[in-house]
């Protein structure tokens, strides 16, 4: 079946970075759109990022912009988040998710999620 695993998250100061990664597996992800979106406490979950699995097109949320990229690499199916610059804000527990559709921003949208990896930002 299809799984992804986060992985990566912790606790870090503000300004710092992190690294998060989803490994895909169970099918081929050709045609997928692979995004990121992130819940912190009390709050819904909020779109971060997205790539199709051919590393194509790219769209992140404002919040975001200039500071989180997203990556893959097909060859590892895996995605990445490399987060700098990191805010209390941030603190979230991020999660990854796979679109069908091939592309998406809605949670509603992606068909399969991981467990999620905690991202804890100190001030």
């Known amino acids: 079946q299809v799984q992804l695993v986060e992985s990566g998250g912790g606790l870090v100061q503000a300004g710092g970075s992190l690294r998060l990664s989803c490994a895909a597996s169970?099918?081929?992800?050709?045609?997928?759109?692979m995004g990121w979106f992130r819940q912190a406490p009390g709050k819904e979950r909020e779109f971060v990022a997205a790539?199709?699995?051919?590393?194509?097109?790219?769209y992140y949320a404002d919040s975001v912009k200039g500071r989180f990229t997203i990556s893959s690499d097909n060859a590892k199916n895996t995605v990445y988040l490399q987060m700098n610059s990191l805010k209390p804000e941030d603190t979230a527990l991020y999660y990854c998710?796979?679109?069908?559709?091939?592309?998406?921003?809605?949670?509603?949208?992606?068909?399969?999620w991981g467990q999620g990896t905690q991202v804890t930002v100190s001030s």
């Open positions: 998710a796979a679109d069908s559709t091939g592309w998406g921003t809605r949670s509603s949208a992606y068909d399969y």
């Open positions: 169970g099918r081929t992800f050709s045609g997928y759109a």
């Open positions: 790539i199709t699995w051919s590393g194509y097109r790219l």
